[in-house]
């Protein structure tokens, strides 16, 4: 007999339940078809040069070879316009120039740092709604498993018991030529 989506899902799912995404996972389940898939892969497959660009310099600016690189920046900075040039000083204390480059570094560089982490919700939605899905399927799977196993156990049942009637039935005949027989 072919299941259709309607009776999987009136079997498995309360019928407020059933959406899309659920409509997809019980057509998969009746295909016999997969359903899992990179996903990740399909997402960077679909990135602009932006976004992919967004990605480094968040990965950049967020890493310690960055923070260690920039601290050492500051402090070169700092000590060639206190101490090393001397006279020559292209930004003296109080550093308003070195000050003016960190503004405008930290004015674009936020932006795009959430860009970037926009992005990566985006991503972390579509991994969940994927792993809903797959999980989704599993636990269908893993129930109509459960009905299958019940199925052959009620039948291995039916079949002892039938057994169990006939060597009864036997053991009863048996007893009962032995009951009439002359001694």
């Known amino acids: 007999m072919k299941k259709t989506v309607d009776d999987l899902a009136s079997q498995f799912l309360d019928a407020t339940e059933v959406g899309i995404a659920e409509t997809k996972v019980l057509r998969s389940a009746i295909d016999r078809k997969a359903l899992s898939h990179d996903a990740g892969a399909a997402f960077e497959r679909q990135s602009t040069l932006g976004e992919r660009l967004a990605d480094g310099i968040a990965r950049v600016g967020g890493s310690w070879s960055f923070i ?32 003016l480059v960190l503004s405008m570094l930290a004015a674009i560089q936020a932006p795009i740092i959430m860009m970037s982490q926009n992005r990566q919700a985006a991503r972390d939605r579509v991994d969940a709604a994927h792993d809903y899905e797959v999980n989704l399927k599993a636990e269908i799977e893993i129930m109509a498993l459960h009905e299958k196993l019940d199925e052959l156990r009620h039948r291995e049942l039916v079949k002892v018991h039938d057994d169990v009637a006939r060597m009864a039935e036997a053991i009863a005949r048996i007893e009962a030529r032995l009951v009439a027989r002359p001694s």
């Open 68 to 99: 260690v690189s920039f601290l050492l920046f500051l402090v070169v900075w700092t000590a060639a316009n206190a101490w090393l040039l001397g006279a020559e000083q292209f930004d003296p204390y109080p550093f308003v120039f070195l000050n």
